[in-house]
């Protein structure tokens, strides 16, 4: 065959195997057979000195531009007017509503009732790309001033969802946003010597950088939502338009809703804040447009902004505060952390003031000094972190101190890789008191009634120095800490007496290996039967079990080889703890083998019992959806995980169909 044929032959594949992974999510063919026609491209590129400018070789290189230059779009990308209550969206809507009844009185071609499509409002960078005759990507630029903005076509390239050629003979202009993702921004600040401070950040930075190598490194995403310009035929709606972008190969978000009514609006807003920290990509609120093209043309635009669409904004969810102190904590494993003290500030509806500072390596990496202004970010629910300082606030602040001695104990610290730890495990109060209220724990040997206060005093008042010390506390002493009369003394003795026949699963648990969860231990019995075996397990072998990989293997051998560990066993055991292990029959089903995820509330069955059943039919049950996940069971108030799943065209089934199916 031809050399040039055969090159067109490969880009052309090579392009629709990128659109399947990047965009679809499913791939039709291996890594490694895409590697091995990757480079056998390369290498016949280099040969005839043929290349294609929309083959995926021209995606990455080590090229350092000069600069930017100006790019004037075919047409303006306008920013949105703002609201951030439902009373400025009912004003909005109102107008709109005023504008069309007056319209459609005087005028005998009437415009369809109002109808608004919501799409999320992402937080990264605004760009805008264009397509010639051949459907061949020309030039990719940022927003700018909405009428120039700045030539980005290196740095856009490297973005592997975007097509580099489209099945479409019009000149077209394609408005999107380039975001980086969670994941890329935990890899890339994972290895970075200066990390990046948030999401958005770390889009605008990588494509205003004139080292592209630079901007490849940061992996960016993109989602596409408006066609600014299109010779040839106009669209009737917005709907159309969308239906238009996906069918080109742009990716799109799959959120994409219509709604009539401002109580339909509400709902949906409510709906994408409760799931806004879940997302694997910031958004900062939602932008409702008018579906109908010919409304919008009559309505027209204001100076800034275009009358026929709104962006509803949610509450920040990074915010500047000044660091005030920093506390340092005493975790169950003898770990002590830095945690910062803040100016009360508001992030994402809720006074903040505490953040987590993760370690003294961490500190150094993001530039943290006491009284510096610093970036404090919010997600998923948990503690808000520090990303970083602001350079101008640095002068007179004061260096972070290590401390030398345990906060709590006062013992000397030692470093374990990149941490601080405080040995005297048996000695320190934290340590102990929040390793009896772990083996205690509801998940653990559920000691019913038992609380941290109740482990503070048996350590204060009992000299409790060990799990296994709770199996020989005595009644008359019990009666000497506050609060304990007779009654609710003999009810901790008989909680304790009770918690002594347990599964394997809840001891192994209760134990406080390092980095082993509930559904850890669950598979490790699974896989081993007996704390005997486990104890032996090999690495090759602990590694073997699903999800358990290197570090939560080692951290088992590790714990094993502990003579403490061993002993502490050995005495709970001599007082009568009895982990026992049924192994259950797993049914023949649909279901073996398969990776089941549940959203929704369903009818018959609590989230407890439905993942017990799952499991009882040999499913493993996944928190989240990915192109791993083979079922979706959805119930009422379906949410994301629903969305997910019918993008990447996972088998969604309800409850009735679960159930028809066992």
Same mark, same amino acid.
């Given at each position: 065959?031809?050399?040039?044929?055969?090159?067109?032959?490969?880009?052309?594949?090579?392009?629709?195997?990128?659109?399947?992974?990047?965009?679809?999510?499913?791939?039709?063919? *291996?890594?490694?057979?895409?590697?091995?026609?990757?480079?056998?491209?390369?290498?016949?590129?280099?040969?005839?000195?043929?290349?294609?400018?929309?083959?995926?070789?021209?995606?990455?290189?080590?090229?350092?531009?000069?600069?930017?230059?100006?790019?004037?779009?075919?047409?303006?990308?306008?920013?949105?007017?703002?609201?951030?209550?439902?009373?400025?969206?009912?004003?909005?809507?109102?107008?709109?509503?005023?504008?069309?009844?007056?319209?459609?009185?005087?005028?005998?071609?009437?415009?369809?009732?109002?109808?608004?499509?919501?799409?999320?409002?992402?937080?990264?960078? *605004?760009?805008?790309?264009?397509?010639?005759?051949?459907?061949?990507?020309?030039?990719?630029?940022?927003?700018?001033?909405?009428?120039?903005?700045?030539?980005?076509?290196?740095?856009?390239?490297?973005?592997?969802?975007?097509?580099?050629?489209?099945?479409?003979?019009?000149?077209?202009?394609?408005?999107?946003?380039?975001?980086? *993702?969670?994941?890329?921004?935990?890899?890339?600040?994972?290895?970075?010597?200066?990390?990046?401070?948030?999401?958005?950040?770390?889009?605008?930075?990588?494509?205003?950088?004139?080292?592209?190598?630079?901007?490849?490194?940061?992996?960016?995403?993109?989602?596409?939502?408006?066609?600014?310009?299109?010779?040839?035929?106009?669209?009737?709606?917005?709907?159309?338009?969308?239906?238009?972008?996906?069918?080109?190969?742009?990716?799109?978000?799959?959120?994409?809703?219509?709604?009539?009514?401002?109580?339909?609006?509400?709902?949906?807003?409510?709906?994408?804040?409760?799931?806004?920290?879940?997302?694997?990509?910031?958004?900062?609120?939602?932008?409702?447009?008018?579906?109908?093209?010919?409304?919008?043309?009559?309505?027209?635009?204001?100076?800034?902004?275009?009358?026929?669409?709104?962006?509803?904004?949610?509450?920040?969810?990074?915010?500047?505060?000044?660091?005030?102190?920093?506390?340092?904590?005493?975790?169950?494993?003898?770990?002590?952390?830095?945690?910062?003290?803040?100016?009360?500030?508001?992030?994402?509806?809720?006074?903040?003031?505490?953040?987590?500072?993760?370690?003294?390596?961490?500190?150094?990496?993001?530039?943290?000094?006491?009284?510096?202004?610093?970036?404090?970010?919010?997600?998923?629910?948990?503690?808000?972190?520090?990303?970083?300082?602001?350079?101008?606030?640095?002068?007179?602040?004061?260096?972070?101190?290590?401390?030398?001695?345990?906060?709590?104990?006062?013992?000397?610290?030692?470093?374990?890789?990149?941490?601080?730890?405080?040995?005297?495990?048996?000695?320190?109060?934290?340590?102990?008191?929040?390793?009896?209220?772990?083996?205690?724990?509801?998940?653990?040997?559920?000691?019913?009634?038992?609380?941290?206060?109740?482990?503070?005093?048996?350590?204060?008042?009992?000299?409790?120095?060990?799990?296994?010390?709770?199996?020989?506390?005595?009644?008359?002493?019990?009666?000497?800490?506050?609060?304990?009369?007779?009654?609710?003394?003999?009810?901790?003795?008989?909680?304790?007496?009770?918690?002594?026949?347990?599964?394997?699963?809840?001891?192994?648990?209760?134990?406080?290996?390092?980095?082993?969860?509930?559904? *850890?231990?669950?598979?490790?019995?699974?896989?081993?039967? @007996?704390?005997?075996?486990?104890?032996?397990?090999?690495?090759?072998?602990?590694?073997?079990?699903?999800?358990?990989?290197?570090?939560?293997?080692?951290?088992?051998?590790?714990?094993?080889?502990?003579?403490?560990?061993?002993?502490?066993?050995?005495?709970?055991?001599?007082?009568?703890?009895?982990?026992?292990?049924?192994?259950?029959?797993?049914?023949?089903?649909?279901?073996?083998?398969?990776?089941?995820?549940?959203?929704?509330?369903?009818?018959?069955?609590?989230?407890?019992?439905?993942?017990?059943?799952?499991?009882?039919?040999?499913?493993?049950?996944?928190?989240?959806?990915?192109?791993?996940?083979?079922?979706?069971?959805?119930?009422?108030?379906?949410? @994301?995980?629903?969305?997910?799943?019918?993008?990447?065209?996972?088998?969604?089934?309800?409850?009735?169909?679960?159930?028809?199916?066992?």
């Amino acid at each position: 065959m031809d050399k040039k044929k055969l090159i067109e032959e490969l880009v052309e594949e090579l392009n629709k195997y990128a659109y399947e992974y990047y965009v679809l999510g499913n791939s039709s063919v *291996t890594d490694k057979d895409y590697d091995k026609k990757y480079y056998e491209l390369v290498d016949l590129e280099k040969e005839t000195g043929y290349k294609l400018p929309y083959s995926p070789t021209q995606r990455v290189g080590d090229v350092i531009l000069p600069e930017f230059k100006k790019y004037t779009h075919k047409a303006r990308l306008w920013s949105l007017d703002k609201a951030q209550t439902l009373e400025e969206i009912r004003e909005w809507h109102n107008r709109n509503v005023k504008f069309l009844e007056e319209y459609n009185r005087t005028s005998d071609e009437e415009l369809p009732p109002l109808k608004y499509i919501l799409t999320k409002k992402f937080d990264g960078l *605004t760009i805008n790309l264009s397509y010639d005759e051949n459907g061949v990507l020309i030039t990719g630029a940022t927003r700018g001033t909405g009428a120039i903005g700045e030539d980005v076509t290196a740095q856009v390239k490297t973005i592997k969802s975007i097509p580099l050629k489209i099945d479409c003979h019009d000149f077209l202009e394609i408005h999107g946003e380039a975001i980086m *993702t969670t994941e890329a921004f935990e890899k890339y600040n994972s290895e970075a010597d200066t990390p990046l401070k948030n999401l958005r950040n770390g889009a605008a930075g990588a494509l205003r950088n004139l080292n592209v190598a630079e901007t490849a490194k940061r992996n960016l995403s993109a989602f596409f939502y408006d066609v600014g310009y299109k010779e040839g035929a106009p669209f009737k709606t917005y709907m159309e338009m969308l239906n238009f972008i996906k069918t080109k190969g742009f990716p799109m978000d799959d959120y994409i809703r219509e709604c009539k009514t401002l109580d339909e609006i509400q709902k949906e807003i409510d709906y994408i804040r409760d799931i806004r920290f879940d997302l694997n990509y910031d958004i900062d609120g939602l932008v409702i447009a008018i579906d109908d093209i010919r409304t919008r043309e009559l309505l027209g635009y204001t100076v800034k902004f275009p009358k026929w669409a709104i962006a509803y904004k949610f509450e920040a969810q990074e915010a500047t505060t000044k660091l005030l102190d920093v506390e340092w904590n005493v975790g169950r494993s003898g770990r002590v952390s830095p945690t910062a003290i803040l100016e009360p500030v508001e992030l994402a509806g809720v006074t903040v003031k505490r953040a987590t500072l993760n370690n003294m390596d961490d500190i150094a990496r993001k530039g943290v000094r006491l009284g510096a202004e610093v970036f404090v970010r919010r997600s998923n629910d948990v503690i808000p972190e520090i990303m970083g300082v602001v350079p101008e606030s640095l002068e007179g602040t004061k260096e972070i101190e290590e401390p030398k001695v345990c906060p709590a104990c006062g013992a000397h610290l030692v470093h374990e890789g990149v941490h601080i730890y405080c040995e005297n495990t048996l000695g320190c109060k934290p340590q102990m008191v929040k390793t009896i209220v772990h083996f205690a724990g509801r998940e653990a040997m559920n000691i019913a009634g038992f609380s941290e206060r109740t482990a503070e005093q048996l350590f204060e008042k009992l000299d409790i120095r060990d799990i296994s010390d709770l199996y020989k506390l005595e009644y008359e002493k019990l009666l000497d800490l506050d609060k304990f009369g007779p009654k609710k003394a003999q009810n901790l003795l008989d909680a304790i007496e009770k918690s002594k026949d347990c599964t394997l699963e809840a001891f192994l648990y209760s134990l406080g290996i390092p980095n082993v969860g509930v559904k *850890t231990a669950k598979d490790l019995v699974k896989r081993f039967e @007996s704390l005997e075996n486990l104890e032996k397990a090999t690495f090759e072998e602990l590694v073997s079990v699903q999800d358990v990989g290197d570090i939560v293997a080692r951290s088992i051998i590790e714990f094993f080889k502990e003579e403490r560990t061993l002993k502490v066993i050995n005495e709970l055991l001599s007082l009568g703890v009895n982990p026992h292990y049924e192994k259950k029959e797993v049914l023949e089903s649909p279901f073996m083998g398969k990776t089941v995820v549940v959203t929704g509330t369903l009818e018959n069955y609590s989230r407890t019992s439905i993942k017990e059943k799952l499991e009882s039919l040999g499913a493993k049950v996944s928190g989240s959806v990915s192109k791993k996940t083979d079922f979706v069971i959805a119930g009422e108030a379906a949410g @994301s995980k629903y969305d997910k799943a019918k993008s990447l065209g996972i088998t969604i089934l309800s409850e009735e169909e679960f159930e028809n199916m066992i």
